[in-house]
């Protein structure tokens, strides 16, 4: 695990793997912000297998949040992801070779990284007296929990382990599910770019649903009230990405400000992602991905210029760089990582 290394880069050095860009469907859900995945399949001596799946990422934006050009997305998810996380694991229905295999793994990785260390997270980041760890020590889960791992199925990680080198966390364990099928020793390794710090995400999601400070679009209210309202109102309303786009399209003409501006380009660039992201499968089922299908390839430009012209009006604008990663997966031929105005039962 080394920051930086590109897929392309990858590959050279492991001949064998595959690689496939991002897609949505049931396995990635939860995960959607990888841009690629390098695979290997490895049978051992023992007979054995052995899955290895490598995450590469969006790149960090540039201070000018300058994006790539048009002609060059075709080598963009190669040439420009970069590595984010690593998984390895090998199936072992047997609880009792699992947790062998496990502590044999911890011990190997102790070797490597040193001793076992509790993440920022650990009882859920909260102060816990040592009556309480008494208590909890009579959950399956605790040591989970005490060191700070949050992953989907995690409660049923037996003998696991946490390591942390810099910004490189490291965690080993037994998955003891209850489906005996899916029962596997595993190891997986990722940096804070990747989305496999559960923790980190949920709080990235809550602090998104807070509308951002924007004192420069406080300072030009007065040139435009209407366009105002609307950059203020829509994106907590779920109107659906059509009504955005009826909307905002004509106060386009109408406003010159380049701050009021900016922010209806954003508005727009994510109600035309929205679209490209559901003809990708992004509305988990309650819509029917083929019927936006015949608008996507249109939508996709569309959005890449709109965030374009946005970025290039006011890189300040609130979540400036959220955008940039959005029009970058956009240009990559990538389905967005998130919707904006799509929502269920609402």
Not at 321 to 346: I, K
């Amino acid at each position: 695990m080394r920051p930086g290394v590109t897929p392309a880069a990858w590959l050279a050095r492991h001949v064998g793997d595959s690689l496939a860009p991002f897609a949505v469907s049931d396995e990635t859900r939860g995960q959607e912000t990888w841009c690629a995945r390098s695979r290997r399949r490895d049978v051992l001596p023992d007979g054995a297998s052995v899955m290895r799946d490598a995450y590469f990422y969006v790149p960090d934006p540039p201070p000018s949040l300058e994006l790539p050009t048009e002609g060059s997305a075709a080598s963009l998810v190669a040439s420009a992801c970069v590595l984010g996380a690593l998984w390895l694991e090998t199936p072992q229905p047997d609880t009792a070779l699992g947790r062998t295999l496990a502590a044999r793994t911890s011990a190997a990785l102790v070797q490597e990284y040193g001793v076992i260390t509790a993440g920022p997270d650990s009882f859920m980041g909260r102060p816990v007296t040592d009556s309480q760890k008494q208590r909890l020590r009579r959950l399956p889960s605790y040591e989970t929990v005490r060191l700070g791992i949050g992953f989907f199925g995690s409660a049923y990680w037996r003998a696991p382990g946490r390591w942390q080198r810099e910004s490189l966390t490291v965690v080993g364990a037994y998955d003891a599910a209850r489906d005996v099928k899916r029962r596997r020793v595993l190891v997986y390794a990722y940096f804070p770019h990747s989305d496999f710090d559960t923790f980190r995400r949920i709080r990235e999601v809550l602090a998104n649903t807070q509308p951002a400070p924007d004192p420069a679009l406080d300072a030009a209210a007065r040139d435009g009230p209407l366009a105002v309202q609307a950059i203020r109102t829509l994106p907590s309303s779920c109107p659906g990405f059509q009504r955005v786009i009826d909307t905002v399209e004509p106060m386009l003409t109408r406003t010159s400000a380049p701050v009021i501006r900016a922010r209806l380009l954003l508005l727009l660039g994510d109600a035309y992602s929205d679209l490209v992201g559901l003809a990708a499968g992004m509305g988990e089922g309650y819509v029917d991905a083929a019927s936006y299908a015949s608008r996507a390839a249109v939508a996709r430009k569309r959005a890449a210029a709109l965030y374009r012209e946005a970025l290039e009006l006011d890189r300040g604008a609130p979540r400036a760089r959220d955008r940039w990663r959005q029009a970058w997966r956009l240009l990559a031929g990538l389905p967005p990582s998130t919707t904006h105005f799509f929502c269920v039962n609402d």
